[in-house]
Every structure is written in C-alpha cells, then in structure tokens.
C-alpha cells in the first residue's frame, strides 16, 4: 500500500499544474479542429452538386463517411494509443487530415471525395480527437471534470468560426483552393500533439490489465498439454488465436454487457436510433436555406449561430446535469434534450424565412447542448465504470453506422420528392421516437427495478442490509483506476 501510495504521489507531481494547462489548450484547438470541422461541410453542398452533376444523395455520403470515421474509429485509436502513445497519434491525425484535404483538392469524381475526404480526413479527425481528449486523463486529476468541460468548448468554436472561414474562402477562391488551405489548418493538429509530451504514470497499471490475458493463455496451454498436445500443435496455436481475439473483442467491444445490461441495452439502441435523425439539420441546414432564397452568407452564419450559442449553454448543461439532484436522473434529461430536438425541426417546416431560421437555430443549439454534454454521462450512469472503456467501443460504433447511413437516405427522399422539407421531418421522426423509446424504457425499467427491491426487502429485511454493507465496499475500492480508465477510453 505505502509503495502505491508513494508512486501515487510522486506522478501526481506534473499534473493539474504547469504545463497540464498548456495541454488543455491544445486540448481545446485539436476539439476545433476535428470536430468542428464537419460543420461546414454544408456551406459546399451546392458547389460539390453542380462540379460533379451529383444527387443530394451522392453528395451527402461524403459528410457522412467523415462522420461516421470520426465517431467509429475509436477501439482502432485506443490500439494505437496504447501501442504508440497519445502524441504520436494526434500527429499522425494531423498528417492525415492534411493528406485527405489536400488529396480532395484534386478529386475529378464525387466518389473519389468518398476516399479523400470522408475516409482520410475522417479518420485523421478521430485519432486526433480521441487521442487528445485521452491524454487528458493522464495531465489531469482533481480538475479532470473541468478540464473536460473546458476542452468541449472547442467544439463550439469549431462550430461558430469553420462555416463563417468557409464561406468566405469559398467566395474568394472556389472550394478546391479551399480544401487545400483547410489541409494547412488542419496541420496544426500536430503542432498541438506536439505540445501533448508523454507524462510518467503509476508503475503496475499495466501488468495487472495483461494479467487476466496471460493467465487465460497459460491456462489454455496447460489444458491441451495434459492432453498430450505440444505447445506449436496446431490446435493449440488455434485456440490460442481465438483466445486472444474474444479478448480483444471483450476489451473494446462490449458484448457481453450489451446482452446482460439491460439498461446499456436501451440506451445504445435509443442513441443509435437517434443518429439517424441528429446530423441532418448540419447536413442540410445550408442548402435548405439556399434552396429557399436565402444568401449563401447569411446561410452559413446560421451553422455559426448553433456553435456561438453551445459555446456557453454546453458547459452550463454539462455543470447542471452534474448537481446531485440529477443522479439517477440524468437519462430523462437526455431524452428530454432529444425530444427538443426533435420539435424544433418543425420550425424549418413551417417557414423558411431568415428570422425563422435564426429562432430554430436558437432552439436547436440549446437542445443540442444538452445532448453533448449528457452523452457520456448517461453512459457512465448506466455502465460500471471498470467496463466503460469496451462499452464505449461498442456504442460510438454502432452510432457511427446510423450517422453514415441517415443523410444519404434523405437526400434519396428529397431526390425523388424534390422537397428538403423531408429532411427535417425525417429528423423529427427519429428524434421524438428514440426520445419516447429512452424515457419510457428506463421509467419502465425504474419501476421494474423498484418492485424487485421491494419485494426483496419485504421477505428478508436482514438480508437488505448485509447486501448494502457488502456492495459499497468494492465500490469505494475500485473507484480510482476505472475514472482513469474512462478518460483514456475516449
């Protein structure tokens, strides 16, 4: 205990100080950068459709592959981190980004955009983001909760300032040239990784995660020795390569509690649901606005207004869902966040003017604040947290499939409708359904959980109380290495 305690203490040292700082700034440019990003994409709509004569639906698989590659990319980013560490890989992100928009430059089809820009970028994006946001947990202890906070700022100012950059670049120099400057900018992502130096952690953290692996191999090996097998028998090799990869599917994709864990069940099949819905408004928001008489100007600032908006009501939602009030509570926040959402899009339906955009805007933002800063916290409500890491894995990639599958979809309906109405009744429709689907799930599943408790109570009073006294003690155990493990997961 007194060596834990001592080596505790002496990597303590460089954190919540000094140069920690200087990486939560880096922090908050890389979430600008990476996440952002994708915003304005929607100011280039209409230009991609007329150079490459291509359909809403064509054009929006571009979007979408960026997207999806930047949310599902996360069990692939977490390997490489723990192979290579966190600054190698914001650099590598960086290196890439700048080859896929540069390489999208030159693009001759809408298909090779696909490969450039959606794949490359998007991947790019991920390992910067996720590693950045990783290398938090390591400079972070006491402030980790406001470190966090302060580095989704960055996304919010991604939001505001990358469409107002684009259009103007647009309008300047054409969208090619402009794609070629955005692969500059996003350069600087390794300039930020540069500043992410390595910082020494706790010895004995990663012995014990390789402990389970090895004794599962040895195990594995004893049982065909004692049945006569060699160590190279085939068999033997076999098994030992399935053994290994149900272990990496258990560390990063988590199954296991998708089947047991009834309440992560119900809020991975909502998310997923919903992100069919969440990212057509930044898909189509512009080209709505412009396909209605609005100025491509002025139809890029509405983007910036969603962004200028979260940059104070994000942080704010994020400090009130976290008020012990909502314990437990937090779920319904979400779903009430979604259902906003959801109505809001009804707003663009009833007129298209410029003022009735702006207030949807408003509301949007607001709604979408909430979903931002709850996402993960419902997560970590629902999921025990020495798990959190392999749970995470399994919902960004699921929500990844949905956010590359949603825009072109649409923009299928509103080819062969011609009406961008459908976009945000589409929108509506998966918004309020997963919303009422996450609600009404867990009031049922509270109300389920109640009863069982109850009726335990009433038949054995003692019993109650020996399986609270048992239960709080591993809890306050194994608190401490699992919130490290979910700040490096993400």
Known sequence: MSQGEAAGRGTAKPQDRGWAWMVLLAAVLLQGLTLGFPCCIGVFFTDLQHEFQASNSQTSWFPSIMVAVLHGGGPLCSILVKR??????????????????VSS?????????????????????????????????YYFVRWRTLANAVASTGVSLGFTLWPLLSQ????????????????????NCCV??????????????LPQSAKPEEELR????EAQLSNGASPHHPTL????????????????????IFCQNKGYQIYTIGVTWMMMGFALPHVYLVPYAIHNGVEERKAALLISIIGFINIFIRPLTGLLSGHR??????????????????????????????SVLILYCVILSIAMSGIGALTFQVLMDVVEMDRFSSALGLFTILE??????????????????????????????????AALFMGLSFCALEKKTKLREASKAHLDNPSRYEYSETSTEPKAENQSPPAVEYITSI
Request: glycine content about 10%; charged content about 10%.
């Open 168 to 187: 103007y670049l647009l309008d300047e120099m054409g969208w090619r040239n402009t794609f070629l400057i955005f692969g500059g900018i996003l350069l």
């Open 84 to 101: 290579f560490g966190c600054r190698f890989v914001v650099m590598l992100g960086g290196l890439l980004s700048w080859l896929g928009m």
């Open 218 to 221: 040895s195990r594995a090996e």
């Open 237 to 256: 090799q076999q098994h030992t390569r399935r053994t290994k990869c149900f272990q990496v599917l258990q560390k990063y994709l988590a199954f296991d």
């Open 400 to 433: 990844s499939i949905t956010l590359l599958i949603g825009p072109p979809l649409t923009g299928l309906l509103v080819d062969i409708t011609s009406d961008f109405r459908y976009v945000f009744y589409n929108s509506s429709f998966f918004l309020i359904s």
């Open 105 to 137: 430059s030159f693009c001759k089809s809408i298909s090779q955009l696909y490969l450039t820009a959606g794949l490359i970028t998007g991947l790019g994006s991920c390992f910067s983001f996720q590693a950045g946001v990783t290398v938090l947990g």
């Open 192 to 205: 930020c990784g540069a500043i992410m130096r390595p910082i020494q952690l706790a010895s004995g953290s």
């Open 325 to 354: 009030v909502f314990t437990g509570r937090r779920i319904y926040l979400f779903s009430l966040a979604v259902l906003l959402c959801g109505l809001s899009n009804f707003i663009c339906v009833i007129s298209a003017e410029f």
